[in-house]
């Protein structure tokens, strides 16, 4: 049955529901672990995620599964082969990520200040995310891209912002200059492409 889990884990609408529990029960920030113990609670299946997947040839794309009362946007991102995010800060805003297909390789950056804006970014610490691993990154993290680095398969991933932000800062890799990003849009609500 689609959405079953067994009795050590939790179905995708259970995980939704614990997510919503955990946030609703912390009013002023997100309890880290609870939300990285319920995301690892759950088995990735496609079966109980599948209407939410939209891709496109030319960007990774945002879907949400749920706004979470204005406290998180929960969401499924669609990285179709060879995508990637920017270098990027996430606005003062907890991002947790699962992986439910694919791979996805991440590269964590420090955020630069003053002086060091002035110069070429280097990844401290680079990893890949396979299908169930979960990482977890804030601004006092630092920064981090995204990318799906295979030539053949495309890769999804489950994010939760909390909570949750319309923009952020991108960086250039080559200066380490930032600019603001334009708003955070979503290519689909509920499963159901947004109009253009």
């Known amino acids: 049955m689609a959405g079953a889990a067994d009795e050590a884990g939790l179905s995708f609408e259970g995980l939704i529901a614990r997510l ?30 599948e209407k939410y997947v ?6 990774y794309t945002r879907n949400l599964v749920c706004n979470g009362n204005g406290k998180y946007n929960l969401m499924l991102i669609c990285w179709n082969v060879g995508q990637h995010s920017t270098i990027h800060d996430h606005s003062g805003s907890h991002c947790f990520m699962k992986c439910l297909d694919g791979t996805l390789h991440e590269e964590l950056y420090r955020t ?24 977890y990154i804030s601004d006092e993290v630092g920064l981090h891209r995204i990318s799906n680095q295979s030539h053949t398969v495309p890769a999804v991933t489950l994010h939760l912002y909390s ?4 923009t952020c800062k991108s960086f250039c890799e080559h200066s380490g200059t930032a600019r ?12 159901v492409k947004a109009p253009v």
């Open 163 to 166: 909570p949750p932000y319309e």
């Open 20 to 49: 919503r529990e955990v946030l609703e029960e912390d009013e002023d920030a997100a309890d880290i672990d609870a939300i990285k113990e319920a995301m690892a609670m759950y088995k990735s299946s496609e079966a109980d995620w």
């Open 112 to 135: 630069p200040d003053g002086e060091e804006s002035a110069g070429p970014m280097a990844p401290y610490k680079v990893s890949e995310l396979e299908t169930d691993g979960i990482c």
């Open 180 to 191: 603001r990003s334009g708003a955070m849009t979503f290519y689909s609500k509920g499963g």
């Open 54 to 59: 939209h891709f496109d040839d030319h960007k």
